[in-house]
């Protein structure tokens, strides 16, 4: 008995220390979580299934959308520090159409992604964008052109001065930005009005 209450125990403090060191920050703008994951050599694409491939408090991650100057400076004031990081945008699919191309943005527009930016650096903003200035130019930089990928298709989050660059796949990040945004409520209202269901069929079963 004293064992099994032992193994209780240390399963307990386990999974406490878990969540204590897995600690995404709450911004009540969105009721998304939000956290820094380091890796200085991961591309645009693995950092999107990577992101994707997380969870916390049971909701799915997501390379962070940032969709408000709220919220942008919310990761301002929390991940100074991070200095660049990718973040879920990109004109890959068509050069000059800006989306957000995961999370709940993601699936908008039937799939392509919500649209936030048309064109280049003198381009028009279709939603919130926060450009650096002059970008996005889709160059390669001042670094030898790759012929293999000659555009830039991804969008990074500059901590210092604030703002965004789109730079090409294997690109100068420290991480990515992981945003895990809640499940909507009427899935939570599901999900209630099954058990309220299972629970009244029980009932009523025991009645008979
Ligand atoms: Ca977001
Ligand atoms: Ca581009
Ligand atoms: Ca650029």
Redesign the pocket.
């Known amino acids: 008995m004293k064992s099994t209450m032992t193994t209780v125990a240390a399963f307990v403090v386990l999974v406490l220390a878990r969540q204590a060191s897995a600690a995404p920050i709450f911004f009540t703008g969105?009721e998304?979580h939000y956290d820094f994951v380091s890796d200085s050599v991961i591309t645009w694409t693995d950092a999107k299934v990577a992101a994707e491939s997380l969870s916390f408090l049971g909701n799915p991650g997501h390379l962070?959308?940032?969709?408000s100057a709220a919220?942008d400076a919310f990761l301002h004031a929390n991940f100074s520090g991070v200095d660049r990081a990718w973040m879920g945008a990109s004109d890959a699919a068509v050069e000059g159409e800006w989306r957000w191309a995961t999370?709940p943005?993601g699936l908008a527009d039937g799939g392509q992604g919500l649209l936030f930016w048309l064109g280049n650096g003198s381009g028009t903003p279709v939603g919130y964008a926060n450009w650096y200035i002059g970008e996005p130019n889709d160059t390669c930089g001042s670094g030898v052109c790759d012929p293999a990928e000659p555009s830039e298709d991804y969008a990074e989050w500059i901590a210092a001065p604030g703002t965004w660059n789109d730079i090409k796949q294997i690109g100068d990040v420290a991480g990515y930005l992981v945003?895990y945004?809640s499940i909507p409520e009427p899935s939570s209202f599901f999900l209630v009005t099954i058990g309220l269901f299972a629970l009244s069929s029980v009932s009523r079963c025991r009645r008979r």
């Open positions: 969105t998304s962070v959308t940032i969709t919220e999370g943005e945003e945004s």
